[in-house]
């Protein structure tokens, strides 16, 4: 069982450039979640969706946007890179008060 | 504002000690408080969690103990151990489909 599975692992994004951060679980999780974590202030909630076609936004979704065309699948789309978006990403999917299950995270610079 | 407030920041133990993190909530809808440990590189993982028709759940050298009228919940590690060094996070489930975080604690083991 692979669990939450996201990609890159590491990347180095230049100022302005795009990119996609890959994220799929395999556990028929209805809830994904993206979050960030920079250190010392714990993790902040990009986006999340309840299901398939359904995705709000969470404290910081300035300059990333999301889809869910799939239960599997949510992607984390970064627009116009700026230094600020250099974090540590972490997806996580959840069937609800079970808890999450995170993946390995994404280490993004942005220079 | 923060929907969790954990303190402390950072915690230095002894080995064999006993370890003791707290968190505070104002939102009596949350139904569900878990803990993740994360290691350096690694996303966090499940730990233990609690629901509020309980005051304390153990499971093993870890303790959660709940205060329902007090909106308080407390970690407590038991003998702790070296490999026991690790962010730990509390977190409370909103009904809306979604975990609210603490800052997290930065919790070291001297041997």
């Known amino acids: 069982n692979a669990g939450v599975t996201q990609t890159p692992k590491f990347h180095i994004l230049k100022i302005g450039q795009s990119m996609t951060l890959q994220c799929t679980q395999d556990?028929?999780?209805?809830?994904m979640y993206w979050y960030r974590q920079d250190p010392g202030m714990g993790l902040k909630l990009i986006y999340y969706?309840?299901?398939?076609?359904?995705?709000d936004k969470g404290e910081v979704p300035n300059g990333y946007n999301v889809s869910r065309s799939t239960t599997e699948d949510f992607p984390l789309r970064l627009e116009l890179a700026a230094p600020s978006q250099t974090s540590v990403y972490f997806c996580a999917s959840s069937r609800g008060t079970a808890g999450y299950t995170f993946g390995s995270g994404t280490r993004l610079t942005v220079v | 504002q923060q929907q969790v407030k954990q303190s402390p920041q950072s915690l230095i133990v002894q080995k064999g000690g006993i370890s003791i993190i707290n968190c505070a909530y104002e939102n009596t809808a949350f139904d569900y408080f878990p803990w993740y440990q994360q290691f350096p590189g690694k996303g966090p993982a499940l730990l233990i969690a609690i629901r509020p028709d309980v005051s304390e759940k153990k499971e093993g050298r870890f303790t959660i103990s709940f205060n329902k009228s007090a909106k308080q919940f407390s970690l407590h590690i038991m003998d702790s151990q070296p490999g026991d060094s690790a962010t730990y996070f509390c977190a409370a489930w909103s009904t809306l489909g979604r975990l609210y975080f603490g800052r997290g604690t930065q919790l070291t083991v001297w041997p």
């Open positions: 556990m028929n999780h209805n809830y």
């Open positions: 969706s309840v299901g398939a076609g359904i995705t």
